[in-house]
Nanobody, 120 residues
Framework: QVQLVESGGGLVQPGGSLRLSCAASGFTFSNYDMKWYRQAPGKERELVAGVTSAGGSTTYGDSVKGRFTISRDNAKSTMYLQMNSLKPEDTAVYYC?????????????WGQGTQVTVSS
């Protein structure tokens, strides 16, 4: 069955770094655009970063531009998020998302999320 499994979250001090991973299985990873979203307590889920299926194009939320880098390895069916210069406001649950459109039908998969806490 389809699985997206996030890992790499944890507690880090402000200014520190973390690298999140999203391991995919059960579908053809290289056919899907991939995104990272996050949701902080009491807030709506927001887009953090996205990468197209072949990895040729990336997009970032304004709050993370210049600090986070999204990448993917289609041979390993894995997506990454390198997070540098972390701030307390980056604290959230980070979710992995896979999406593609086939014959006007939108296919979307979500992971369970990984907690990132930025605190001294």
């Amino acid at each position: 069955q389809v699985q997206l499994v996030e890992s790499g979250g944890g507690l880090v001090q402000p200014g520190g770094s973390l690298r999140l991973s999203c391991a995919a299985s059960g579908f053809t990873f290289s056919n899907y655009d991939m995104k990272w979203y996050r949701q902080a307590p009491g807030k709506e889920r927001e887009l953090v970063a996205g990468v197209t299926s072949a990895g040729g194009s990336t997009t970032y939320g304004d709050s993370v531009k210049g600090r986070f880098t999204i990448s993917r390895d289609n041979a390993k069916s894995t997506m990454y998020l390198q997070m540098n210069s972390l701030k307390p406001e980056d604290t959230a649950v980070y979710y992995c998302n896979a999406e593609r459109v086939v014959f006007n039908r939108r296919l979307v998969y979500w992971g369970q999320g990984t907690q990132v806490t930025v605190s001294s």
